[in-house]
C-alpha cells in the first residue's frame, strides 16, 4: 500500500487548541505514525517505522540515519499543551517511548497513553486528511496552517487572532516573530507556498485585519481543489462521519463589519445605475457565499460581456458555474497584470539607477571640493564665476558642471559608466564610512514625550550629530527607543516597534514652540 495515500486523523481540539513546537522532521515522524493507527484499535500500538521507507516518502538524504536519533530524543523534550476544563491545562509527551535500532534500520515508537482521546476512536469532532497532502511541505508551520484550514474545509474561510495563533505556535516569545509582518514573511507566505502546491486545498487571499493601524487578526479564504481526493472522499474511505465543527461561526461572519461595509460600497459602483438602490441587499447575500474576489472578478466580467438584460442573473450564473467560469477572463487580466508589471519593474529600475547616479556625483563633488587647497578653491570659484556670467547660469550649476567635467577628464569611470551593482556598494561604502566619522552622544530622559520632544528639536539645531536618546518609561510599550538625527538618514528615525509612527504623529502635529525649553536644556548638556 502506498502510504502516500494514508490518513492522518486528529481530534479537532489536538488541532484547535494543543500548544507545541516541533522541527519539520519531528512533525513528519509523528504525522506518519498516527497514519499508523486503525479506526477499530482500542489502546496504542508500538509502531515499526523502516527508516529506509520514511527516509523514501519524505525525501531524506542518508543524514536521515544519523540525524533522527538526536531529532527523537529532543523530541521527547518537546511536550504538547491541551486546555481542559476550569481553565487549566494538561502537558504529554508525544512519545512514552522510542527505540532505534539501526542494524534493522527500524524506529519503535508509542504514543503517550494521555492522547488516547485525541487520537484513537475518534467518531466526532475531528478532522482528517491524506498524508500526501503535508508531507512534502518544507515547513512546519505550513503543515500547522494546513490543518487549521482542513479543519474549517466546509466553510472556506478562516480568521485568526494574532496573538492566540502565536501562542499556538509557541513562538509568542520569540523576537523574530514579534510582528504580524515577520508572521507573514516567515510562516504566511510559505504556507500559501505549500498548501497551494502540495495539499488538497487553494488558498486565494489573505485579509488582515487592524485596529489603530496595526493587524490584530487575519482571515484566510480558501477553497478545495477538485484534482485530489477531498475531506468527504477522505472519510467515506474510512465509513465515517466527520460531525459539523461546534460553536464556531463562520469566519465571513468575523470579517470586521467596516470591510464588508467598504467591499459593498466598492462593488455597488460597478453596478448599472438603475440597479445600484438594490446593490448593497445583493451584494451581501453574495459576500456571504463567495470571496471578495469572486463576486469582484464575475461583475466585471459580466460587464465585459454587456449582456442585453438581467444584468444579476448573468453575474449568479457566473458564481454558481466558478471557478471554469472565469479561467479564461482571469488568464487575460493576469497576463495583462504581469506586463504592467514588468513596465513597473523597469521604472523602478530606471528611477533607482537615476537617484544612484545623482547620489555618485553629489558625493564625488563633494569630496573634490573637499580635497582642494585654499588657493585652489579660489581658482575654482575665479571659474565659475567667469563660466556664469559668460553662458547667463547660475554660480551652483556653472559650479557643478566644471567639477564634473574635471572629474569625468580625470580617467576614472563615472556614474554612467558603473553598472547598478558597482552604484550600490560606492552608496552603501560611502554611507558606512560616514557613519563611522559621526559623532555620537548619549541622553536618557524620564518619558517617551521628553524624548520626542527633544529628537525633534535636537535634529534642527544640530543635525550632524548622531544623538542616542532612551526613555526610561515604557509608554505601554517594550521599547528601547533610538533617535537618529544622523543627516546620512535625511530625518528622524525612530525604532520604537510596529505601532511607533502612530504614537510620533501624536507629538508632531502639537505647537513646535511647546518644545523648546526642554530641547535648550538638552542641547548645552550635550554640547556645550
Known amino acids: 500500500m502506498d502510504e502516500m495515500n494514508n490518513i492522518v486523523k486528529k481530534s479537532n481540539d489536538l488541532i484547535d487548541k494543543a500548544r507545541y513546537e516541533l522541527t519539520l522532521t519531528q512533525q513528519r515522524l509523528?504525522?506518519?505514525?498516527?497514519t499508523m493507527i486503525r479506526t477499530e484499535d482500542e489502546?496504542?500500538?508500538t509502531y515499526s517505522i523502516p527508516v529506509s521507507k520514511f527516509m523514501e516518502i519524505t525525501r531524506g538524504s542518508d543524514w536521515l540515519y544519523h540525524e533522527l536519533k538526536k531529532e527523537a530524543k529532543d523530541l521527547l523534550k518537546k511536550p504538547v499543551e491541551i486546555p481542559v476544563e476550569d481553565g487549566g491545562f494538561g502537558i504529554a509527551p508525544w512519545f512514552s517511548y522510542f527505540e532505534y535500532l539501526p542494524k534493522q534500520g527500524i524506529v519503535r515508537v508509542s504514543f503517550d497513553p494521555h492522547l488516547k482521546p485525541y487520537l484513537l476512536q475518534l467518531k466526532e469532532r475531528y478532522t482528517a486528511y491524506q498524508l500526501k497532502c503535508v508531507l512534502p511541505m518544507r515547513s512546519t508551520y505550513s503543515i500547522r496552517v494546513y490543518e487549521y484550514l482542513k479543519q474549517y474545509e466546509k466553510f472556506g474561510y478562516r480568521k485568526f487572532d494574532l496573538e492566540e495563533f502565536k501562542k499556538h505556535l509557541k513562538i509568542e516569545n520569540k523576537p523574530s516573530f514579534a510582528q504580524y509582518g515577520h508572521i507573514k514573511s516567515r510562516i504566511l507566505t510559505p504556507a500559501i507556498r505549500d498548501i497551494n502546491k502540495?495539499?488538497?486545498l487553494f488558498i486565494t487571499k489573505i485579509v488582515e485585519h487592524k485596529v489603530s493601524r496595526k493587524v490584530d487578526s487575519?482571515?484566510?479564504?480558501?477553497?478545495r481543489k477538485e484534482d485530489i481526493l477531498t475531506s468527504q472522499q477522505?472519510?467515506?474511505q474510512q465509513s465515517q462521519s466527520v460531525e459539523s465543527i461546534p460553536q464556531q461561526p463562520e469566519p465571513k461572519i468575523e470579517q470586521n463589519r467596516h470591510d464588508i461595509s467598504s467591499q459593498i460600497e466598492e462593488l455597488a459602483q460597478l453596478f448599472p445605475k438603475d440597479l445600484r438602490n438594490d446593490a448593497p441587499v445583493i451584494l451581501e447575500s453574495w459576500l456571504a457565499k463567495y470571496s471578495y474576489e469572486d463576486v469582484r472578478d464575475a461583475i466585471l466580467y459580466t460587464i465585459d460581456q454587456k449582456p442585453d438584460r438581467n444584468f444579476i442573473g448573468y453575474v449568479v450564473r457566473i458564481l454558481r458555474e466558478l471557478p471554469t467560469s472565469l479561467i479564461e477572463y482571469r488568464s487575460i487580466r493576469e497576463k495583462k497584470e504581469k506586463k504592467e508589471q514588468k513596465g513597473n519593474i523597469q521604472k523602478k529600475a530606471l528611477k533607482e539607477r537615476a537617484e544612484l547616479e545623482s547620489y555618485w556625483w553629489t558625493t564625488m563633488i563633494s569630496e573634490y571640493k573637499a580635497s582642494l587647497t585654499q588657493e585652489e578653491l579660489k581658482e575654482l570659484e575665479e571659474e565659475v564665476s567667469n563660466k556664469a556670467k559668460e553662458k547667463g547660469t547660475n554660480l551652483e550649476t556653472e559650479e557643478k558642471l566644471i567639477i564634473k567635467r574635471r572629474i569625468s577628464n580625470s580617467g576614472i569611470k563615472v556614474a554612467e559608466e558603473l553598472t547598478i551593482e558597482e552604484l550600490r556598494e560606492f552608496r552603501e561604502r560611502h554611507l558606512n564610512n560616514k557613519e563611522l566619522n559621526v559623532k555620537k552622544r548619549v541622553l536618557t530622559v524620564k518619558s517617551f514625550k521628553?524624548?520626542?520632544t527633544v529628537a525633534v528639536s535636537l535634529h534642527k539645531a544640530k543635525p550632524e550629530m548622531y544623538i542616542e536618546i532612551k526613555s526610561d518609561d515604557d509608554y505601554e510599550l517594550d521599547l528601547n527607543l533610538v533617535v537618529?538625527?544622523?543627516?546620512?538618514?535625511?530625518?528622524?528615525?525612530?525604532?520604537?516597534?510596529e505601532n511607533g509612527e502612530e504614537i510620533f504623529e501624536q507629538y508632531v502635529g502639537k505647537e513646535y514652540s511647546e518644545w523648546q525649553k526642554i530641547a535648550k536644556l538638552a542641547y548645552n548638556y550635550l554640547f556645550e
Open 30 to 34: 509523528i504525522l506518519y505514525v498516527i
Open 43 to 45: 489502546d496504542f500500538k
Open 198 to 200: 502540495f495539499s488538497d
Open 218 to 223: 487575519f482571515t484566510i479564504y480558501f477553497r
Open 234 to 236: 477522505v472519510e467515506s
Open 450 to 452: 521628553t524624548a520626542i
Open 484 to 497: 537618529c538625527t544622523n543627516p546620512t538618514y535625511k530625518g528622524v528615525v525612530i525604532e520604537i516597534g
